[in-house]
C-alpha cells in the first residue's frame, strides 16, 4: 500500500513520544499529574449546556448545518466582535464557523498557498501550523522568536528571496508556548509588511481573554487592520468558555479570504451541529463575570505555581496571560527537554510538555498547563524538586 509523502512530516511528532512515556509510566503503577495538554479542566457555561440540551431533543437541530442555517452563530460573533473591538463586521461576508481553530488553520493553507510557497511561521509556535502548510505542499521558512525581543519575531530578518516566495504568514498572541503578548505597533508593523509583499496575515487568537489583571488586554489583529485588506483572526470556545471538546470556533476578516476558506471547508465538513452552534451563541451573549472566573481562577493558579517553583529555587517569569508556564530548564538539561520530560513522567507521574516540541527554538524549555487545582500544582512541583535534587 501506498500512502502520500504529504504525511510523512506530519509522523515526526515530538508528543507522541511524550504520549508513550506517559503510558508506559502509568502502566508500571504511577500515578499521573498531567500538566502537558492545555485541555482546560474547568466546565463549560451553563447557559451553553442548558442551550445544548434544548437543542438536542429538537429534531430541527438534527439535520445538516449548511451555510444559511448558520446565520445565527455568524451573527452572533460579528456583535461579539464590533462590542469587543469596536470594529464593525459584515456577518455574511467576513465570518465563518469552524470546527475549532486548528480546522481553520489546517485548511486556511489549502485555500491560500500554491505548491511550493512558502508560509512564514512563528519558532517556537502551535503544532498545528506546521501541520496545515505540509498538507498544502507548502514550504515552512520558520522566524525565530527570543526572550531577549519579547518573543516577537523580526520581520526585518527575513531575507528578500524568501519574501519574494512568501504567500502566508500565521501570528499567535497571547503566545502558546510562550505566553508573550503583542503590542498593537507589532500588528500595525506587520500588517503594513504583509501589505507590501502581498503576503496573507492569519492571527490564531485562542487566548483573546486569557489575559491576567495588571496587563493590558490582548490587541485584535483586526485592530491594526480594520479594513480588512490582507488579514483573517481565529477565535475559539476551546479557552475563554472551556468548551475544547465541543469543537467550536469562527474566523472574522477579509471577504475573499473566508470566501477561499468556506470553498475549502464546504468540500470537507458541512459545519458544526447546530446544537453546539446555539450552545456557542449562549456563551459569546453570556455574562462577562463567567469569563472573568476562568481568567482568575488561570491567574490564581500562575501565582501559586510560580512561587512554588520559586521556593524549590527555580525562578520563571511570571506570564502575562494564557494557560500555560514557559519556563527555562535548569542548566544540567538546556538542550534536553525531550529527555527532561520522558524522564521526570517515568520518575515522578509528572507529565509536561517539552520546549522542542513547538520547534528549533524551543529547546532548553518546558511548557507548563495550567489544568489542575493548586493543591495538586504544588505535589506537581514538589515532585519535581524532588526529581531535579537527584541530578
Ligand atoms: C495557538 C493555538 N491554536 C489553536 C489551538 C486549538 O484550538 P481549538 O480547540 O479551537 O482547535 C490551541 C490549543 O491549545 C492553541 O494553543
Redesign the pocket.
Known amino acids: 500500500m501506498q500512502l502520500a509523502k504529504r504525511i510523512e512530516p506530519l509522523t515526526k511528532n515530538v508528543f507522541a513520544d511524550m504520549d508513550r512515556a506517559k503510558a508506559q509510566a502509568q502502566g508500571e503503577g504511577r500515578e499521573i499529574i498531567d500538566l502537558s495538554l ?2 482546560s479542566d474547568l466546565p463549560a457555561p451553563d447557559c451553553a449546556i442548558a442551550a445544548i440540551q434544548t437543542a438536542l431533543t429538537d429534531p430541527h437541530t438534527h439535520g445538516y448545518t449548511l451555510f444559511h442555517s448558520t446565520q445565527a452563530f455568524r451573527q452572533a460573533a460579528a456583535q461579539w466582535y464590533e462590542q469587543k473591538y469596536g470594529i464593525p463586521v459584515d456577518p455574511e461576508t467576513e465570518v465563518l464557523p ?8 489546517a485548511h486556511l493553507p489549502l485555500a491560500v498557498l500554491n505548491p511550493g510557497d512558502i508560509a512564514l511561521l512563528l519558532d517556537p ?2 503544532p ?2 506546521a501541520g496545515g502548510i505540509h498538507l498544502a505542499g507548502g514550504q515552512i521558512y520558520t522566524l525565530p522568536l527570543r526572550a531577549e525581543n519579547h518573543f516577537l519575531p523580526d520581520l526585518s530578518a527575513i531575507p528578500a528571496p524568501v519574501l519574494a516566495q512568501s504567500r502566508l504568514m500565521v501570528l ?1 498572541y497571547p ?2 508556548p510562550t505566553t508573550a503578548i503583542a503590542p498593537l505597533s507589532f500588528f500595525q508593523a506587520a500588517v503594513a509588511f504583509c501589505q507590501q509583499h502581498n503576503i496573507v496575515l492569519v492571527h ?1 487568537f ?2 483573546a481573554d486569557l489575559v491576567f489583571s495588571g496587563t493590558p488586554a490582548a490587541p485584535s489583529l483586526l485592530q491594526a487592520d480594520p479594513e480588512k485588506t490582507v488579514s483573517l483572526e ?1 477565535f ?4 475563554s468558555y472551556n468548551m ?1 471538546g465541543f ?3 469562527y474566523a472574522i476578516g477579509n471577504a475573499k479570504l473566508i470566501g477561499a476558506l468556506r470553498q475549502v471547508k464546504a468540500v470537507v465538513d458541512f459545519n458544526q451541529y447546530r446544537g453546539i452552534m446555539q450552545g456557542a451563541i449562549a456563551a459569546l451573549q453570556s455574562d462577562p463575570t463567567i469569563v472573568q472566573h476562568t481568567v482568575n481562577t488561570f491567574q490564581n493558579r500562575r501565582d501559586v505555581f510560580i512561587q512554588a517553583l520559586k521556593d524549590i529555587g527555580w525562578d520563571v517569569p511570571t506570564p502575562p496571560a494564557t494557560m500555560y508556564i514557559w519556563a527555562q530548564l535548569p542548566a544540567p538539561w538546556r538542550e534536553r527537554s525531550i529527555e527532561f520530560c520522558c524522564e521526570l513522567v517515568a520518575k515522578t507521574g509528572v507529565a509536561v510538555s517539552p520546549g522542542a516540541g513547538f520547534g528549533k527554538m524551543g529547546e532548553g524549555y518546558v511548557r507548563f498547563a495550567l489544568v489542575h487545582e493548586p493543591d495538586v500544582l504544588k505535589t506537581a512541583v514538589a515532585r519535581m524538586a524532588e526529581f531535579l535534587g537527584q541530578f
Open positions: 492545555g485541555s469552524l470546527i475549532g481553530c486548528q480546522e481553520g488553520t509556535g502551535y498545528s501550523h499567535s503566545h502558546n490564531d485562542p487566548y481565529l475559539t470556545f476551546s479557552k475544547g469543537r467550536i470556533a
